[in-house]
């Protein structure tokens, strides 16, 4: 039989997509590298090529993940005919943005030996998200609905907050208390961009 050989890119997405697998099942902690050269089938200098430590597969499984959502944002963000309040509402309304694959790596997240992906995921979403909702507020402010001067460094402290606060995961919040935790959250969003009060009741 014929051996097969895989390109760079088709053997990295398969470590990548094995040590997601793995971590998963496992967790973070309890995969090792080992572990996921076996299930492969390669040899450790294999791994070793692609990436150095099992840290590194998992900042780039949480790129993989993320650019699907980026992608979908900028997409939201650039589109010139939606005003910026519409796209607020497009982006956040339910409070998540994602498809059913991101809620099961979700429901992963929330396991006490995946704890390294969480952070990691909740850290690259604002890294990442964060220009292109800076780019919505400019606009916003073009429009006279929000009165923001520092777009960037506003949106980072909004969503680390929400990303860490509204995480029932971390906060094991009860239906009451998250409810009042989101009214607390459309408070603190229209105060800080300027916004009409109201205007992001889509929050709740």
Known sequence: MARIVKTADERRIEIIKTAEKL????????????SIIQTIGVAKGTFYYYFKSKEDV?????????D???????????????DALTKMKMLLSGGKMGDEKTD????????PGNRELHEQINIQTVIRL???????????????VFHVERPLETIRFLLTGAQFLLDGGLFHLSASEEKEQRAALQYIV??????????????N
């Open 23 to 34: 971590f998963n099942e496992k967790g973070f902690a309890r995969t090792s590298v080992e």
């Open 104 to 111: 099961d790596l979700v429901d992963h997240l929330h396991l």
């Open 58 to 66: 998992l900042k780039a499984i949480v790129d993989l993940q993320l």
């Open 68 to 82: 699907e959502i980026v992608a979908m944002a900028e997409q939201v963000a650039g589109d010139q005919s939606i």
């Open 130 to 144: 964060s220009p292109v909702f800076a780019k919505i507020i400019t606009q916003g402010n073009t429009e006279n």
């Open 190 to 203: 229209e105060s800080v961009l300027g916004a009409a009060a109201g205007s992001f009741s889509f929050l």
